[in-house]
């Protein structure tokens, strides 16, 4: 077996310290100049890790500043309908939910809304706002439509945790949502404020989903996430298209 490529082992050194917490988000690592003196390295062999590194997203090269290691980011395919908590739970953060506002509303106040769920004028729709967290820091802001024929009643305190966790409990188990519609979103002043944000772009995620009722597939969920771009990275498998 040949031996690793010196460039490697500045990625692997860097990586492994990041991994142990040694490096935290937002730590600057060391420079090129330290780098090559720590490894014996030339300056071109620590560049291409460095920007290897960055192309990887574990860190982040800042002109005339240095290194610095980013947040983790979430690896997500494109087709999957994985909950906020599993991703959260993928990079080794504890997911949190923020109840921001919550009410009842029918059909006719929001029509859109109303068509994409099937539901006619006079029915009732479930809609609130959350703010997403991972380890208590804001991540992303969701705004959920929920049909109320096929969910009559939520329990409010839920929605401070993981909605999804509360339609298990009633037996709303079977959950499809085949598409997924991704756009990149400028963040409104109530959005910078909530998610800590200058001038990061969010990206947007919505969704239906369907259940099965009494036989039939049901739409009842719309929901619009958005995400600080910073921590949220969609990938795409293009043997599947």
């Known amino acids: 077996m040949g031996r690793t490529a010196k460039y490697q082992q500045i990625e692997d050194y860097i990586i492994k310290e990041i991994s142990k917490d040694h490096l935290k988000s937002g730590d600057q690592i060391m420079t090129e100049e330290q780098l090559c003196k ?4 030339s300056r071109m062999t620590v560049n291409k890790a460095l920007n290897h590194l960055s192309d990887m997203g574990y860190i982040q090269r800042i002109p005339g500043r240095g290194s610095f290691v980013t ?5 997500k395919p494109a087709r999957t309908g994985s909950s906020f908590t599993a991703d959260m739970k993928s990079i080794g953060l504890l997911a949190g939910a923020r109840l921001l506002s919550y009410e009842i509303l029918r059909g006719s ?5 109303a068509d994409k769920l099937n539901l006619k004028e006079q ?3 479930h809609y609130f706002v959350r703010l ?8 992303a802001i969701s ?3 929920i049909a109320a024929k096929v969910v009559p009643a939520i329990n409010v305190e839920c929605l401070n945790h993981s ?3 509360f339609l298990d409990s009633q037996g709303i188990t079977d959950r499809l949502t085949p598409q997924l519609k991704l756009q990149a979103a400028l963040p409104t002043t109530q959005q910078k404020e909530l998610l800590n944000l200058t001038n990061t772009a969010l990206l947007c995620s919505s969704h239906i989903t369907y259940h099965e009722m009494n036989g039939a ?3 009842f969920e719309y929901t619009e996430t958005y995400y600080n771009g910073d921590v949220y990275t969609y990938t795409v498998n293009m043997d599947a298209i």
């Open 38 to 41: 720590f490894f014996g390295f």
């Open 71 to 75: 947040a983790p980011r979430v690896q």
């Open 109 to 113: 106040e929001v029509p859109h809304i």
């Open 123 to 125: 029915e009732l729709i």
């Open 132 to 139: 997403r967290t991972g380890d208590h820091k804001p991540i």
């Open 143 to 145: 705004y959920s439509y």
């Open 163 to 165: 909605f999804y966790e």
């Open 217 to 219: 597939i049901l739409p």
